[in-house]
């Protein structure tokens, strides 16, 4: 991440979210009242798959959106590589971790006519260890990915060196410990680039009944003069 202001100013905030499923659309539409971005990082052979999850002894939809609602469903956020299948990366060999990765990217850049530069490994692995740095020296040398988002927080706004291994501040379902972020970020003065990074799944929102609770945190998170709202790309890259 650049060590620079972006249009004057130190405070980012960025979302990311994964799986392209269809409760993206009621996360879109929340972002985009208050003026927020996100990135939606997408399993591109996964599209208009029908299908559904059980936590905590329910049900809960996970369907995926439509190969051709992609590019309207993001409109003015960012779209990128979750893998093709969302498979434990560290357990394929090198020539299946480039594919996977690659033309994940390519799908979707033919999908939303735009470069796509980032993306989130894809976790769900029974040792918790969703990539290596095996992983990365093949994402670093053989695809055009710049960043890459890891799923273990930092609950911290420090800027980090390596992109292709980039915590995130918070895990949106460590709510109570995301508002107390929040409420930190907002007093915050700084003279140094700041990063607030919340990531998660838009079907947990149907889990855990918390739509509400969540955009009531974006109402306070947004409108402030010192804080640039972006996507991924936005505020890694610059």
């Known amino acids: 991440m650049a060590q620079k202001q972006i249009q004057g100013k130190y405070k980012f905030l960025t979302f990311s979210y ?5 409760q993206d659309k009621r996360l879109v539409k929340i972002f985009s009242r208050y003026g927020l971005k996100a990135t939606f990082n997408i399993n591109s052979e996964l599209l208009g798959t029908p299908g559904s999850l059980r936590r905590e002894n329910m049900w809960i939809g996970h369907n995926k959106i439509e190969p051709c609602e992609v590019s ?11 893998t093709l299948t969302h498979p434990h990366l560290v357990e394929l060999d090198d020539e299946e ?16 006519q735009r470069s796509v530069v980032g993306m989130a490994y894809p976790g769900g ?6 990539f290596d740095s095996r992983v990365i020296r093949l994402i670093r040398s053989h695809t055009s990915i710049q960043y890459a988002r890891t799923t273990k927080s930092t609950y911290s706004f420090d800027l980090q060196e ?67 709202y972006g996507t991924n790309r936005e505020v890694l890259l610059g």
């Open 18 to 22: 994964d799986d392209g499923v269809t």
């Open 72 to 82: 309207s469903v993001y409109q003015g956020h960012e779209v990128a590589a979750h």
């Open 97 to 112: 971790v480039v594919r996977q990765v690659g033309e994940d990217q390519k799908n979707l850049e033919r999908l939303v």
């Open 125 to 130: 692995a029974k040792n918790g260890i969703h």
């Open 162 to 228: 390596d992109l292709l291994q980039f915590n995130p501040t918070v895990y949106h379902l460590e709510f109570d410990r995301m508002m107390e972020l929040g409420e930190e970020f907002l007093k915050l003065k700084p003279d140094r680039p700041q990063l607030f990074y919340i990531w998660g799944h838009s079907y947990e929102f149907d889990y855990y009944d918390t739509w509400d609770k969540f955009e009531s945190f974006c109402r306070m998170m947004s409108g402030r003069d010192d804080i640039f």
